[in-house]
């Protein structure tokens, strides 16, 4: 006998990662659809003379950011990872440690402090995408940098301290867990197929048509079909790229046209700034080949509810791992019906 798993608890698999997420549909009857309130937050100003990130301001280093008027990047001031420290290792019985260097840059968006990327302007989007590229271009070359991972925390619930539009990218001389994780998947994927995993995971997508949120000619935005995030989504270009750097122009412009979308869609679900982490998945910049990866961009947004109500990785998931209650394909539908118009342009 057959039944419809979407309606009892399941678990469903991650093709990239390898590990699995609980479902339990059962307990939401329906998707939640409407808000509960409204973003009371007062507008801010273009220019806050008291922010570390505004043109013309001095860091709390000394340093003066210059008046700059486009995207701006910075060594961070408290920079979690070092060029310079001394190589080391230890082993003492079982327990092990290695010297970790790196370099972590702070990029400002944009100069205006009032901005946010579903508020910004689609061109000055593709600058921060060249942006990227050239950070991810020239701090990978560098010796002793083998992996550079960019990503914005957005939001004081995510432990975003300054609401200046702005992202960090740390790069470092190891290769991280979620990449090595990703690697391996990749990898048996292709050597057993021939074939881009995560490609014919979009070429699935985009037949079934249920989970995609976004689309142009180039990159598709779409729910994942074992998302452990409430609202979770993933980017990804159409075509079979190993990282950012192989944009081109048209590429571009078409990432940011589909970061834009997808953000204002986010800011429109409970009408408030939405918060999230997001990040770019590429290929290692320690000079191998990854033939089989295909990069793509994650955003892991915290809010369940409403603008207040945030899902807690507690209790089970702590010890066991991800849980959720409603779909992919649930909040796939909440997405795809929000208007493509920011609600403060309304
Ligand atoms: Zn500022």
Not at 118 to 123: K, Y
Not at 273 to 292: A, L, R
Request: hydrophobic content about 30%; glycine content about 4%.
């Amino acid at each position: 006998m057959s039944h419809d798993i979407n309606s009892i608890p399941h678990r469903r698999y991650n093709i990239l990662t390898g590990e699995w997420i609980l479902c339990s549909p059962h307990r939401t009857k329906r998707p939640w659809q409407g808000k509960t309130e409204k973003d009371t937050t007062p507008k801010k100003e273009t220019y806050d003379p008291s922010c570390y990130l505004c043109p013309g301001n001095t860091r709390s280093t000394g340093d003066k950011n210059p008046d700059y008027k486009e995207p701006y990047t910075f060594i961070n001031d408290f920079s979690a990872l070092l060029i310079d420290s001394p190589m080391a290792t230890q082993e003492n019985g079982l327990m092990k440690a290695e010297t970790e260097v790196g370099i972590c840059k702070v990029v400002c968006f944009s100069p205006d402090h009032s901005l946010t990327l579903p508020l910004m302007e689609e061109e000055d989007i593709t600058k921060v995408v060249k942006t990227w590229k050239k950070e991810y271009a020239e701090l990978g070359s560098q010796d002793n940098i083998n992996y550079v991972q960019i990503f914005e925390n957005k939001g004081a619930i995510m432990g975003c301290s300054n609401p200046h539009p702005h992202g960090q990218i740390w790069s470092q001389m190891s290769i991280p867990t979620e990449i090595e994780k990703k690697s391996k998947h990749f990898k048996a994927y292709w050597d057993k197929n021939q074939s881009s995993l995560l490609g014919d995971y979009i070429k699935q997508e985009l037949e079934a048509k249920e989970r995609i949120i976004v689309e142009n000619k180039h990159f598709v935005a779409l729910v994942p079909y074992w998302a452990v995030w409430p609202y979770e989504i993933m980017i990804a270009p159409k075509k079979h790229q190993q990282h950012i750097g192989q944009l081109n122009q048209e590429e571009e412009k078409a990432f940011a046209e589909i970061l834009k979308k997808l953000t204002i869609k986010y800011d429109n679900l409970f009408e408030t700034s939405f918060p999230y982490s997001s990040g770019i998945h590429q290929i290692p910049t320690d000079g191998s080949d990854y033939p089989e990866w295909h990069w793509h961009m994650s955003f892991y947004p915290p809010l369940l509810r409403s603008a207040t109500v945030k899902k807690f990785m507690v209790g089970y998931e702590m010890f066991a791992g991800p849980q959720r209650d409603i779909t992919a394909e649930q909040a796939a539908k909440t997405l795809q019906n929000l208007s493509d118009i920011h609600y403060l342009k309304q």
